[in-house]
């Protein structure tokens, strides 16, 4: 029985691989044609929509249910 147990552990690990996380050449635009203040700010005011759901005792979001 330890020996099955050995043998499939063994294998269940060689057979594992690393994601990849990189941006696929398939897409059309992966490059960002915004400059840095533009992003910034974009982000700033989705920090600024969102900011106002955050509950801050559990540090949840307000609103969609789970």
């Not at 594992?16 to 840095?36: C, E, H, I």
């Not at 600024?48 to 609103?63: H, K, S």
Request: charged share 20%; no cysteine.
């Amino acid at each position: 029985m330890l020996f099955k147990t050995s043998l499939f552990i063994g294998l269940s690990v060689g057979a594992t691989y690393a994601q990849d996380l990189g941006v696929p050449l398939s897409w059309r635009k992966f490059s960002n044609s915004r400059g840095k203040d533009e992003r910034i700010s974009i982000a700033q005011a989705a920090i600024n929509t969102i900011l106002p759901q955050l509950n801050t005792a559990t540090g949840e979001f307000n609103g969609e249910p789970r």
